[in-house]
């Protein structure tokens, strides 16, 4: 889904950069309000699990593959907000470091695949959450459902800037039916990595799970023959909560190895994008990547003969930068709300 340059004409790609831009702001300031003391830390790792789970390739059909895009378990674990921010963060590393999606195309990759699939995710999610029974199982199906569907979503939505923008004379109709259709097959996987990856946590930390808040139902007290709430409980001191140190150096040396090791492993075919670029003729325009020059250009490390460990040492680089990017920003995020609410809490 990582759309490179070229593709997509300058004035829809500088539309969809404002748009990006515009809606990195709203997060940033909605961010807020999802990082507390359990999802400041998550939220770095949870930007690394999506660059490592990313470099996993599964075949589909026909000679294709397609990958992990993270915006529907982003938005479960750590918030929407933060989830837009999360995947961004991913994006931007990976067409910096690793010349993987377009510089010109970044406002395309990031509103296709940060801010359409997190949106259509959590809204699907929020809205299953409500109707299923209350229990960890009913997260775990909401989590396979929304991701399923945020996938096709991303392909609709490329379609539509494709219509508006697309630098190829190809029929609108075929670029359509070839996306949607082959990506609700990797949503498919998509879908099973959410829910696989939301059910472990939730049954080790249920609290670190921002979609889960409120999973237990509240206890209800007799009052005039008429059962009501009872009053919240006070808040759990941060001292005395379970550390969630264990579970950050779990998630991150998996991530570490997936990406150092497993990716070896992927498949070799090309994603849903790239087959139906190349099938439908999309690619015709394509320009060379800006970064092409990059040390870890196509994730592997220049002047490493071994394509195992040229890869997998760049997969390790990849996801240490981005815990370190994405650590940064949320701990600063963090501290700005510690900040702002200093004063009313004073006062």
């Given amino acids: 889904m990582h759309v490179p340059d070229g593709f997509i004409n300058a004035p829809v790609s500088a539309v969809t950069g404002v748009v990006a831009a515009g809606a990195i702001a709203v997060s940033l300031k909605g961010a807020r309000r999802e990082l507390d003391e359990r999802t400041a830390p998550l939220a770095g790792l949870v930007a690394a699990f999506i660059f490592a789970v990313q470099m996993l390739n599964f075949p589909v059909a026909a000679g294709t593959s397609g990958h992990l895009l993270g915006g529907a378990l982003?938005?479960?674990?750590?918030?929407?907000?933060?989830?837009?921010?999360?995947?961004?963060?991913?994006?931007?590393?990976?067409?910096?470091?690793?010349?993987?999606?377009?510089?010109?195309a970044l406002g395309v990759n990031i509103t296709d695949m940060a801010i359409v699939t997190t949106v259509v995710a959590y809204a699907v999610f929020r809205g299953l959450v409500k109707v299923l029974p209350r229990g960890r199982r009913s997260i775990t199906a909401a989590a396979f459902v929304s991701a399923l569907l945020s996938v096709p979503a991303a392909a609709v939505a490329f379609t539509l800037l494709y219509a508006l923008g697309g630098t190829t004379d190809v029929a609108i109709d075929k670029v359509a039916?070839?996306?949607?259709?082959?990506?609700?097959?990797?949503?498919?996987?998509?879908?099973?990595?959410?829910?696989?990856?939301?059910?472990?946590?939730?049954?080790?930390?249920?609290?670190?799970?921002?979609?889960?808040?409120?999973?237990?139902?509240?206890?209800?007290l007799r009052v005039g023959g008429e059962l009501v709430d009872a009053p919240a409980a006070e808040p759990v001191p941060v001292a005395a909560r379970v550390s969630h140190r264990k579970v950050w150096i779990t998630g991150l040396v998996t991530s570490l190895v997936l990406a150092g090791f497993v990716s070896f492993y992927a498949s070799a075919n090309p994603d849903g994008l790239e087959k139906v670029a190349t099938d439908k003729g999309i690619d015709k325009k394509a320009e060379e990547h800006a970064a092409a020059d990059s040390p870890l250009a196509d994730y592997g490390v220049k002047d490493i003969d071994n394509t195992r460990l040229s890869g997998?040492?760049?997969?390790?680089?990849?996801?240490?930068?981005?815990?370190?990017?994405?650590?940064g920003i949320f701990w600063a995020v963090r501290r700005r709300r510690t900040a702002e609410a200093s004063p009313t809490q004073v006062a």
């Fill in 74 to 104: 982003a938005a479960i674990l750590v918030g929407p907000y933060t989830g837009v921010l999360c995947v961004s963060v991913v994006l931007l590393m990976q067409g910096i470091l690793f010349a993987d999606g377009g510089l010109t």
């Fill in 177 to 220: 039916t070839a996306m949607v259709g082959v990506h609700i097959l990797i949503g498919i996987g998509e879908a099973a990595i959410t829910a696989l990856t939301v059910g472990a946590v939730i049954a080790v930390r249920p609290d670190l799970v921002y979609g889960a808040r409120g999973l237990t139902p509240r206890l209800k």
């Fill in 312 to 327: 997998g040492l760049a997969g390790v680089i990849g996801v240490g930068v981005t815990v370190v990017a994405g650590t």
